[in-house]
Structure formats: structure tokens, C-alpha cells
């Protein structure tokens, strides 16, 4: 079920270099549904797409987690990566690093995440909601 790829575009600001980065962190191991839909209106289409990503535990990614708050206030990103609420998501592996979102042609923005901090510890996972 867990054998989905993704990749995680977490945006922060780099006081250093005085601009917005976008850190790209591939994760293993996930369970990636989608689902296609459009908003009718009177005066165009829009896009209405949606996902619900499952990330267990034990997924397998190059770097550590840390939550959403430790992520901001970490020193050393580049060892860490977070699921927060604005963050970019593409299903499979992605090799691009952007500068802005526009650079993707296809990824979703999360919308919540909920950590699931229950049962035996082979259970426990986020659930990742984006549109």
C-alpha cells in the first residue's frame, strides 16, 4: 500500500541570501491518492484537484523531520524537512529545484496536516490533505 514516492518543496526564507527558498526533500514509502475535479461557473472552469497523501513513520527520506515550528526556528535546514499548511507537494520523485512555485507544471499546496499518534507504533502516520 506504503509504495509511492513524493517530493516536498518546503519554503522558507534565507536571511543569509535575502529570498525566499524552496528546499526539495524526496519521501519514500508514502500512500499518494488523488483526485481530478473542475469548479463550474458562469464565467470559466477551474482546476479543483485534490490529494490525501499517508506518510508512515518509517518512511524512508534523506533527511530528519522536524515539525512545522522547529523547522522555522532550525539553523541547519538542509539536515531537516517539515509538512506545514502552504508547502509544495509533486507525486514521484522530482529532480527540479525551483525558485518559485510557477517553475512546477503539476504539484499540489498543502492544505492540513494531521499527525495520527495512535496505535502500535507501526500505525502511526500523517495524513497530508492538499488542493
Do not use: C
Not at 541570501?17 to 499518494?32: A, E, L, M, P, S
Not at 485534490?50 to 539553523?75: G, M, T, V
Amino acid at each position: 500500500m506504503f509504495n509511492d514516492t513524493i517530493t516536498i518543496y518546503n519554503k522558507y526564507y534565507d536571511f543569509d541570501k535575502d529570498v525566499d527558498v524552496y528546499q526539495r526533500t524526496v519521501i519514500y514509502g508514502v500512500f499518494f491518492n488523488s483526485q481530478e475535479g473542475y469548479i463550474k461557473n458562469s464565467t470559466n472552469n477551474t482546476s479543483d484537484d485534490k490529494a490525501k497523501i499517508f506518510i508512515p513513520l518509517n518512511h524512508s527520506s534523506e533527511r530528519q523531520f522536524l515539525n512545522a515550528h522547529e523547522f522555522e526556528i532550525a539553523e541547519d535546514k538542509l539536515a531537516y524537512f517539515t509538512l506545514a499548511p502552504g508547502d509544495l507537494i509533486v507525486e514521484g520523485e522530482s529532480h527540479l529545484e525551483i525558485r518559485l512555485a510557477r517553475d512546477l507544471k503539476h504539484y499540489y499546496t498543502m492544505t492540513t496536516v494531521d499527525f495520527k499518534n495512535f496505535g502500535s507504533p507501526r500505525m502511526r502516520h500523517w495524513v497530508v490533505h492538499a488542493k
